[in-house]
């Protein structure tokens, strides 16, 4: 039996939806106050259960809004679940937003030694990395100057470049193929086949679907929070 690399039991991740009361309505209306903010209660995915094992690619799709990014924000450790437990096993490289953990004074050099860092290697394996990542980026001289100043496109670039060569186990993507022009997606999805064939294990979000079925083994469709199915890609 594979080894898992990925395990939910009963996941529930709920966000509330906070609004100014006036401390006079609190006092006078609590009754009231506490109903309402149960009613501003929304719950991102609702008793999830699933695993992927080791080496398997797993799909996620769905409608805006159905739990996707907050899967994935849960397994990168960034979210915490409300409900149910969550275990990983595995170096996790996380593309979950565009220039996120990005210092938008810094450089591209400097924010792919601090993104590096952030996510587990030392100064000196990323020395021995950084023309490799740069070559990759396909940034060239853009590369030394503030990030502040670069496309989407070229966030995407700086941030996939970063998290494909910290030699992750578990590689998270959430809908980072959209940005960027077609030569690099094709780029991008050729380092994850390469990724695929080593073991790395991958969760992939996309609106895609020939994306999805060309990268995953498997894909979980969700809706308003819940799982639907699981199927073979």
């Known amino acids: 039996m594979s080894e898992t690399a990925i395990e939910f039991n009963h996941v529930q991740k709920i966000y509330y939806l906070y609004t100014s009361i006036g401390f006079k309505e609190l006092l006078l209306h609590p009754i009231k106050y506490r109903r309402e903010k149960r009613k501003r209660a929304l719950i991102a995915i609702n008793d999830i259960t699933f695993s992927v094992k080791k080496g398997e690619a797993f799909g996620l799709t769905g409608p805006n809004g159905s739990g996707k990014s907050t899967i994935l924000g849960l397994i990168a450790g960034v979210l915490k679940p409300d409900r149910g437990t ?128 060309k990268i995953c083994d498997r894909v979980a469709r969700l809706e308003k929070g819940k799982l639907l199915s699981i199927e073979n890609a």
């Open 86 to 213: 969550i275990k990983t096993n595995g170096r996790i490289a996380p593309l979950l937003e565009l220039g996120a953990g990005f210092h938008p004074e810094l450089t591209g050099r400097e924010n792919i030694v601090l993104n590096s860092i952030i996510l587990g290697m030392t100064k000196k394996e990323v020395e021995k990395k950084m023309d490799e990542i740069i070559e990759f980026s396909e940034l060239g001289d853009f590369v030394d100057q503030p990030i502040r100043t670069y496309s989407s496109g070229m966030l995407a670039r700086l941030g996939f470049s970063v998290a494909v060569h910290i030699d992750p186990e578990i590689l998270l993507v959430d809908e980072i193929l959209a940005v960027g022009d077609e030569n690099f997606q094709k780029k991008c999805i050729d380092k994850m086949m390469s990724f695929k064939k080593n073991g790395v294990t991958i969760v992939f979000v996309s609106h895609s679907t020939d994306q999805v079925h």
